[in-house]
């Protein structure tokens, strides 16, 4: 009975963890076809607390139910249910993982980066590129090193995949198939798994203050991406549908083909947003540069600077619902929230 309480008090004062079960890869079976589907509710969520059983040895493990859905279907929707049951535990846990499909997780990183701001606990999301049940898969070591990560002195929102801890807002999916799925856009990684867990000095740390977060997104985003011949007529269309804010992949340093300022002026005078990004992996928008990026942005485009697309996409979304201006919009945008954008 000694040896019974002792074991008893011993796993009572492990650290506690609240997993968010969003589905993805990590959970899904390939079906006789070769085709990765969904399990049912139930099986999913046991495949994943499967995946290592030792970990009651680390914490002690509870999980809420998100979705149990491929993450091509993830909406931003959902971004308010997950910061939202965050909340609601928030007293409860010392830690959060998402488990989530690799397809949109930088577009959740993201989104969570700025729905949840300046929170003082680590919130860690992970998946995997080969479902758990195969003995070669990698959501094993993903899930195990996330719930590890969630256990140290750090804070935010941030994606563990492969070797790299990465901060939410700067990551992204460059791989369909590679393991290292996944990068640190236009800056350096938060941290990196070795035989230890080495995080980067100036990383953020556990706080007391009291959670705010701050939900909402608009969706009605659209992402266009410029190629040599694009026809106009299609994004002065896309203005015309009730859009609400437009991201513009733009080249290089953000320049766009004379041919498109009469669209662009058609979007200012409709005081829609426009967001000039680079199609280059890396890099920063730098419209001054050449006239016709000068010119562009004396038609009313904001240039993002160096943030990524991800974060360029979600933080719009974010805006949209809590500014009425472009010009204020143009303000918040370049105000850097969570480590998602330098404009120098």
Not at 20 to 32: E, N, P
Not at 252 to 266: E, H, I, Q, T
Not at 275 to 288: D, L, N
Request: glycine residues 8%; aromatic residues 6%.
């Amino acid at each position: 009975m000694k040896k019974s309480s002792k074991r008893t008090a011993t796993k009572k004062s492990l650290p506690r963890i609240l997993v968010l079960f969003c589905g993805g890869t990590i959970v899904m079976r390939t079906d006789a076809h070769g085709t990765l589907q969904m399990q049912s509710r139930v099986e999913a969520v046991n495949a994943l607390l499967e995946l290592e059983p030792k970990l009651h040895n680390l914490a002690r493990l509870s999980v809420r139910y998100i979705a149990n859905i491929d993450s091509s279907n993830i909406e931003p929707a959902h971004w308010d249910t997950i910061a939202q049951a965050i909340q609601e535990s928030y007293n409860d846990y010392d830690g959060f993982v998402i488990t989530h499909g690799t397809n949109t997780l930088g577009y959740t990183a993201s989104a969570l980066s700025f729905a949840l701001p300046k929170i003082g606990k680590p919130v860690v999301i992970t998946g995997a590129q080969i479902p758990g049940y195969k003995i070669e898969t990698d959501g094993r070591r993903n899930f195990v090193n996330a719930v590890r990560v969630a256990l140290l002195d750090i804070a935010g929102v941030m994606a563990v995949f492969d070797e790299e801890i990465i901060l939410g807002a700067r990551a992204s999916k460059v791989s369909e198939s590679k393991l290292d799925a996944f990068e640190t856009i236009n800056g350096e990684d938060l941290g990196e798994i070795r035989t230890h867990i080495r995080l980067h000095p100036d990383h953020a740390r556990r706080h007391a203050e009291p959670l705010q977060i701050m939900t909402g997104f608009n969706p009605r985003v659209a992402v266009v991406t410029l190629t040599p011949g694009f026809t106009p007529s299609i994004l002065e269309h896309l203005i015309s549908t009730g859009i609400h804010g437009i991201i513009l992949r733009g080249y290089g340093p953000g320049d766009v083909p004379y041919a498109l300022l009469p669209a662009l002026k058609k979007a200012q005078r409709a005081k829609i947003p426009v967001v000039m990004t680079t199609q280059c992996i890396e890099g920063v928008t730098a419209m001054h540069m050449n006239d016709v990026g000068q010119q562009a942005l004396n038609a009313g485009v904001i240039q993002a600077f160096n943030i990524s697309l991800e974060a360029a996409v979600t933080k719009l979304m974010w805006l949209l619902p809590r500014y009425n201006t472009v010009e204020e919009i143009k303000t918040q945008l370049h105000t850097n929230y969570c480590g998602e954008i330098t404009t120098n």
